[in-house]
C-alpha cells in the first residue's frame, strides 16, 4: 500500500486514449500530490493489469482508481457486479485508493465485497448529489461507515453559499473522530469548500489537468491550485480575501492580490466567491479579512456594512469592504498620493453608455479627476471612453478630458498601463 500523501491536490486524469492518458499523467506530476485515474473514460478492453501497473508508476505519486458507473456522474455503462469485478482484475496494478459508489457497495453481496477490500488499496466509499446538498449530511456519513469504507468521501451540488459550512462541519466532525473524509461542494458556489476544506483536515481536494476537462462543476486546474492558491501552504491560521459578485470566472483578481500576499510573505489567499445571492452571503461577511466587491452587488452591499467612507457617501456604491474589529466597513477604493510615474500615465473612465455617466457617480468622478495628483502633474491624459455613443455619456461636462469611443481604438491602446474605473 502506497503512503498517504503530505500535499492535497489530487488531479484527474480523464483521457479517452491511452496515448493521451499517459501524457496526461506526465504533464500533471510537477503539479499533483495525488491523481485519479478515471478508468470509465476508457474502453473497457484497455483496462488491463499491465497497462494500470505502468500508469501508476508513471504517476509518481498515489493514485486512484475510479471506475464510475452511468447513474452516478460517469461513463461506465456496466452494473455493480461487472463493475467489481473488472476492478478485481487491476488488483495488483499498485493504486493507494480504490472510488466505489456508496450505491454499488450496498447493492452486491458480502463475499464480492470481502474480495474487493482484499487488494492493496483502501476504499473510498463516495456519494454524489449532482442536484443538491441534502438537509441530512450526517445520515449519508453514517451510510458509508455502515459499508466500512476507509475513506468517506461525500460531493454535493451547493446551491447556496451556507452549503459550502455545511460540508466543513461534516470535515470537522470527521477529523474528531479521527475518520478520513473528502468532502466537496460542487458548482461555482462551492469554490470556498475546495480551496478550504483540505486545511480544515479534508484529505484532498480535486483539480483538472486544464480547462475544459472537468469532470464535475467549480473544479480548478492543479496547476491553478499550486501556483495562484497555494493550497498546500493553507493552514488553520490563513487570512481569507475575495472578491464577491456574478458572474465572477473573468477576474484575474485572485492572481494578482494571491502573488501580491506571497511577495510580502503574508499567510492570505484572495478567493473568487461567485455571489448570486447577496443576501444568502451576507451571514459570513464577518469570516474574511476583506472583500471586493463588483456587480451588481456594488450599491445592495452596504445594507449589510457598519460603517460607510466618505467615498461611498459620496458615490452611493462601495467596490471594497474592509473589516474593522468584527464587523465590515464599505468604501470606494481611492489611491493615496500619486507617483510621478503613475501621473504621466492615461487615465480611462470606461463604461457602457448611460451607466459611465450617471449622475449617482459624477460628482465623485469630477472630484477625484480634477483634485486628483494625477490631474495635478498633466491635465489633459484622462479620457471618458463608453461603448455607447457620446450623446448617451453625460459625464462630459464633469470630466477635464475628451471623450472617445472605446470601439475607435485599436486593441493594444484600449489598457496601455493607465487606470480604469469602471461603474458603479
Not at 340 to 357: D, S
Amino acid at each position: 500500500m502506497s503512503p498517504s500523501p503530505n500535499g492535497k491536490i489530487c488531479t484527474i486524469i480523464r483521457e479517452c486514449a491511452p496515448g493521451d492518458f499517459e501524457t496526461a499523467v506526465l504533464r500533471s506530476r510537477p503539479d499533483s500530490d495525488l491523481m485519479e485515474f478515471r478508468l470509465d473514460f476508457l474502453d473497457p478492453s484497455l483496462l488491463t493489469l499491465e497497462r494500470m501497473r505502468r500508469w501508476v508508476a508513471l504517476a509518481g505519486v498515489p493514485v486512484i482508481g475510479t471506475l464510475r458507473r452511468t447513474p452516478f456522474g460517469g461513463r461506465f455503462a456496466g452494473g455493480a457486479v461487472q463493475q467489481l469485478e473488472m476492478l478485481g482484475k487491476i488488483g495488483g496494478a499498485g493504486f493507494s485508493f480504490l472510488d466505489v459508489e456508496v450505491e454499488t457497495l450496498e447493492a452486491v453481496d458480502s463475499p464480492r465485497l470481502t474480495k474487493i477490500r482484499q487488494g492493496s488499496w483502501r476504499l473510498i466509499g463516495s456519494y454524489h448529489n449532482f442536484r443538491e446538498t441534502p438537509s441530512d449530511l450526517q445520515s449519508i456519513f453514517r451510510r458509508i461507515l455502515a459499508v466500512k469504507a476507509d475513506v468517506v468521501k461525500i460531493a454535493t451540488l451547493a446551491a447556496g453559499f451556507a452549503d459550502n459550512f455545511r460540508l466543513l462541519e461534516l470535515v470537522s466532525r470527521a477529523r474528531r473522530q479521527n475518520l478520513p473524509i473528502i468532502a466537496v461542494a460542487m458548482g461555482d458556489l462551492g469554490a470556498y469548500s475546495r480551496l478550504v476544506a483540505p486545511s480544515r483536515g479534508a484529505m484532498l481536494t480535486y483539480a483538472s489537468t486544464r480547462a475544459g476537462q472537468e469532470t464535475a462543476p467549480g473544479q480548478f486546474t492543479s496547476r491553478d491550485l499550486k501556483g495562484v492558491y497555494g493550497l498546500n501552504g493553507i493552514d488553520a491560521d490563513t487570512l481569507f480575501f475575495g472578491v464577491i459578485g456574478h458572474p465572477i470566472g473573468h477576474s484575474l483578481s485572485p492572481q494578482v492580490h494571491n502573488h501580491a500576499f506571497r511577495q510580502l510573505g503574508l499567510n492570505c489567499r484572495y478567493l473568487p466567491l461567485p455571489t448570486p445571492s447577496l443576501q444568502s452571503f451576507a451571514p459570513y461577511l464577518e469570516r474574511f479579512g476583506g472583500l471586493s466587491v463588483t456587480l451588481p452587488h456594488k450599491v445592495a452591499v452596504l445594507r449589510y456594512v457598519d460603517g460607510r467612507h466618505s467615498s461611498v457617501e459620496a458615490s452611493g456604491a462601495a467596490n471594497t469592504l474592509v473589516r474593522r474589529g468584527k464587523r465590515p466597513v464599505g468604501l470606494q477604493y481611492r489611491p493615496g498620493r500619486s507617483s510621478p510615474r503613475l501621473a504621466r500615465l492615461p487615465a480611462w473612465l470606461a463604461g457602457r453608455g448611460r451607466p459611465a455617466g450617471s449622475r449617482r457617480s459624477r460628482p465623485l468622478r469630477r472630484r477625484r479627476v480634477e483634485g486628483s495628483p494625477l490631474a495635478r502633474h498633466r491635465p489633459g491624459p484622462q479620457q471618458v471612453q463608453s461603448r455607447g455613443s457620446g450623446r448617451r455619456l453625460r459625464v462630459r461636462s464633469g470630466f477635464p478630458g475628451p471623450f472617445q469611443p472605446l470601439q475607435r481604438r485599436s486593441s493594444d491602446q484600449r489598457h496601455p498601463g493607465g487606470h480604469v474605473s469602471l461603474y458603479p
